[in-house]
């Protein structure tokens, strides 16, 4: 498979995804960056915004094996990422596994859990593994999580440390809909009744295992110059430097950024990094991994302005 393919195997998702899920382009886009790169997404946006189903509907186009945890105050490690139990039976113990065993895990409201909790999948999102009792517990390769927030709500929420915000390659805020695109959403969903699910929609699965993995394998092929590396370094440096952040996006973010832009590429159909791959996942890549100086917060700014403002300002290679 080449980046012609990769792209072509892009638009099959897209389209097959936009059965069920009126809009939202960019965010199917970041998905499939997302498991091309070994990330994991983090879904904000308020509620009826089709977080959880657009997750759904991803993973069953890919034909990836699904999970889901709803977070809640009382939730405890050992529900998400299992437990021994001893078998009277046999009179040993055996692994109960969590819903972590899968290959895309959803966490849906995950700052609704303490941090406890939230540390549970801090080694499953960095090393894809689970330890259990001292015992090591691999997962899949392509394991991936999609978590979602509410930004509305406080009461009753715990905020994501910085260590687990920065596990998250994106960091997505989905909007409202414009009129035209609610308008169809509520002529397409008014009819239905009860809970919709993806293959109530039509959706179904576009691409087999073997695909996803040659698709893998194009995307590592894709090339990363020394200028445009350097162009990933300046602008990851500059959220240290500037005074409107008290901390800035750590050497981690900037290794995902590259890695992210190789898969932008894949997707259009090329096989070289250009500076527009950056520029476009510098905001969900670096939004939630920098802090705002008390100033900054003072004079009403936010963090995507500030990164943005450092966009604009980074000088591009030609």
Avoid: W
Avoid at 70 to 89: E, H, R, Y
Avoid at 132 to 147: C, E, Q, T, W
Avoid at 148 to 169: C, I, K, M, S, V
Avoid at 270 to 284: E, F, Q
């Amino acid at each position: 498979m080449n980046v012609d393919d990769v792209k072509a195997l892009a638009g099959k998702v897209r389209d097959e995804i936009g059965k069920a899920i009126v809009g939202q382009v960019e965010t199917i886009d970041l998905l499939l960056i997302a498991l091309f790169a070994r990330g994991h997404v983090l879904l904000e946006g308020a509620p009826g915004t089709a977080k959880t189903f657009l997750a759904q509907c991803f993973a069953e186009t890919l034909a990836l094996e699904f999970g889901r945890i709803q977070f809640t105050p009382d939730l405890m490690p050992a529900d998400i990422i299992g437990a021994n139990l001893f078998n009277f039976q046999t009179s040993s113990f055996t692994l109960n596994q969590g819903p972590v065993f899968v290959e895309l895990l959803l966490a849906d409201e995950i700052n609704r859990t303490p941090p406890k909790t939230q540390a549970a999948l801090l080694e499953a999102m960095q090393e894809r593994q689970v330890t259990i009792d001292g015992k090591p517990h691999k997962l899949s390769d392509r394991f991936m999580v999609v978590a979602t927030q509410n930004p509305l709500e406080q009461q009753g929420t715990y905020p994501l440390p910085e260590a687990q915000l920065d596990r998250f390659l994106f960091k997505q805020t989905l909007g409202y809909p414009s009129v035209e695109e609610e308008r169809k959403i509520v002529a397409t969903y008014g009819l239905h009744s009860g809970q919709t699910l993806p293959k109530d929609m039509g959706v179904k699965r576009v691409v087999t295992a073997k695909a996803l993995a040659d698709a893998n394998a194009a995307v590592t092929a894709v090339r990363l110059n020394d200028e445009v590396v350097g162009y990933v370094l300046d602008l990851v440096r500059s959220t240290r430097e500037t005074a409107d952040l008290t901390s800035g996006a750590s050497p981690r973010s900037a290794a995902q950024l590259a890695l992210a832009s190789r898969a932008r590429a894949a997707l259009d159909g090329r096989d070289y990094v250009i500076p527009d791959d950056v520029k476009a996942l510098a905001l969900p890549v670096l939004r939630h991994r920098v802090i705002l100086s008390p100033g900054a917060e003072i004079e009403g700014r936010r963090a995507d302005e500030v990164i943005a403002g450092l966009v604009d300002r980074a000088a591009a290679p030609r």
